[in-house]
């Protein structure tokens, strides 16, 4: 049976030693008595159990080159196993004192034990400080996101007070889309958030899922009219199990998503289906997604660096999230035309309709 990594270390190394030790013993003890005899025959006492001077000579030589090998041994042991703990035991201590860039050094002698501790120390660290980041990054996002229409709300309370602005109509109807995009921001945040801690519960439930596309659509007809949009639609799925209200939402994002940054035209949505997964599909004109941006078009905050494009970036992360939640994906792509399809699709579970009696 062969024994790899450290424990075949170790019992290789004390196999060694105890063969060395025997091996010393006995080649010693040979040339020992083959010399006394040979030259110092007198000095010989066969029939003494008290070893004379000579013997205890060669005993306590014998016992220091022992000693000197196990210990060379040991030395070199200890090195191979001490110095990768080491070097992870000094990047725990960097870490606790907040330097996320701490890593553990990988050595080429290490065993395979403890060069998969090193792995493993520096996987948790790089995720470690990529949370951190992200945390950081998501702290900053949403506070500059807050930041604006507060700001707008005190502002235009603080002039009704003082009497700059006359509390009509008008400004009631601006406040109230100020306060429209909190209540907005706030739920999606919360969308991604529950999905990211896996908490983000669904109502599945077997509906018709052209009827909740057209339901949709019908509810963003005017938005799109005023971007000059319409919608063309290519159903090919009729019933779906999902959450009705979660698939809205995604689908009132893509569309919102084509609103805000896809050319005057048409926006196609079709759904698909294959044996095992349903596909829902929002395909626009152009102009297309900047190639830098396309790998990050689903995490939040990410956004395109148009300034005439207003948005808290977190529509698309919505839609990614509430993709994941159906235990699916959300994904995009270019298309020969120069736009860009949005998918989004999910397992395809056949529910089995109540009989009718």
């Given at each position: 049976?062969?024994?790899?990594?450290?424990?075949?270390?170790?019992?290789?190394?004390?196999?060694?030693?105890?063969?060395l030790?025997?091996?010393?013993?006995f080649?010693t003890?040979?040339?020992?008595?083959?010399?006394?005899?040979?030259?110092?025959?007198?000095?010989?006492f066969?029939?003494?159990y008290?070893?004379?001077?000579?013997?205890?000579?060669?005993?306590?030589?014998?016992?220091?080159?022992?000693?000197?090998?196990?210990?060379?041994?040991?030395?070199?042991?200890?090195?191979?196993?001490?110095?990768?703990?080491?070097?992870?035991?000094?990047g725990?201590?960097?870490?606790?004192?907040?330097?996320?860039?701490?890593?553990?050094?990988?050595?080429?002698?290490?065993?395979?034990?403890?060069?998969?501790?090193?792995?493993?120390?520096?996987?948790?660290?790089?995720?470690?400080?990529?949370?951190?980041?992200?945390?950081?990054?998501?702290?900053?996002?949403?506070?500059?996101?807050?930041?604006?229409?507060?700001?707008?709300?005190?502002?235009?309370?603080?002039?009704?007070?003082?009497?700059?602005f006359?509390?009509?109509?008008?400004?009631?109807?601006?406040?109230?889309?100020?306060?429209?995009?909190?209540?907005?921001?706030?739920?999606?945040?919360?969308?991604?958030?529950?999905?990211?801690?896996?908490?983000?519960?669904?109502?599945?439930?077997?509906?018709n899922?052209?009827?909740?596309i057209?339901?949709?659509?019908?509810?963003?007809?005017?938005?799109?009219?005023?971007?000059?949009?319409?919608?063309?639609?290519?159903?090919?799925?009729?019933?779906?199990?999902?959450?009705?209200?979660?698939?809205?939402q995604?689908?009132?994002?893509?569309?919102?998503?084509?609103?805000?940054?896809?050319?005057?035209?048409?926006?196609?949505?079709?759904?698909?289906?294959?044996?095992?997964?349903?596909?829902l599909?929002?395909?626009?004109?152009?102009?297309?997604i900047?190639?830098?941006?396309?790998?990050h078009?689903?995490?939040?905050?990410?956004?395109?660096?148009?300034?005439?494009?207003?948005?808290?970036?977190?529509?698309?992360?919505?839609?990614?999230?509430?993709?994941?939640?159906?235990?699916?994906?959300?994904?995009?792509?270019?298309?020969?035309?120069?736009?860009?399809?949005?998918?989004?699709?999910?397992?395809?579970?056949?529910?089995?309709?109540?009989?009718?009696?």
């Open positions: 049976m062969k024994i790899a990594g450290l424990s075949g270390k170790i019992i290789a190394s004390m196999i060694a030693i105890t063969l030790a025997v091996l010393l013993v080649f003890a040979y040339l020992f008595y083959y010399f006394m005899d040979t030259f110092w025959p007198d000095y010989i066969v029939d003494s008290i070893p004379a001077a000579p013997e205890l000579i060669w005993l306590a030589g014998t016992t220091i080159i022992a000693l000197t090998i196990a210990v060379a041994v040991a030395v070199n042991l200890a090195r191979h196993i001490l110095s990768p703990l080491n070097s992870v035991t000094k725990i201590r960097l870490l606790a004192a907040g330097d996320l860039s701490a890593r553990a050094t990988s050595f080429n002698n290490a065993q395979n034990e403890t060069n998969q501790l090193i792995r493993d120390f520096n996987l948790l660290a790089e995720k470690l400080e990529r949370m951190t980041n992200e945390q950081r990054f998501w702290n900053a996002a949403i506070t500059h996101e807050l930041r604006t229409p507060v700001t707008i709300l005190y502002g235009r309370l603080q002039g009704m007070l003082d009497g700059i006359t509390p009509d109509n008008h400004q009631l109807r601006s406040l109230l889309v100020q306060v429209d995009g909190l209540k907005n921001l706030v739920e999606d945040l919360r969308v991604v958030s529950l999905e990211e801690s896996g908490h983000l519960n669904l109502r599945s439930q077997y509906i899922l052209n009827t909740e057209t339901s949709v659509v019908e509810f963003m007809k005017d938005s799109l009219a005023q971007a000059h949009q319409y919608v063309e639609l290519d159903l090919a799925v009729n019933d779906a199990s999902c959450d009705p209200a979660r698939i809205r995604a689908l009132i994002a893509l569309l919102t998503n084509a609103i805000k940054h896809a050319v005057p035209g048409c926006i196609k949505i079709q759904t698909r289906s294959t044996q095992n997964s349903l596909t599909c929002v395909e626009d004109e152009g102009p297309g900047a190639e830098a941006l396309a790998p078009v689903f995490t939040a905050f990410r956004r395109s660096s148009d300034s005439d494009v207003t948005g808290s970036g977190l529509g698309l992360a919505v839609v990614a999230a509430i993709a994941r939640a159906h235990n699916g994906e959300a994904s995009c792509r270019p298309t020969a035309e120069g736009g860009t399809r949005f998918e989004m699709r999910w397992p395809y579970n056949r529910i089995a309709q109540p009989e009718k009696r």
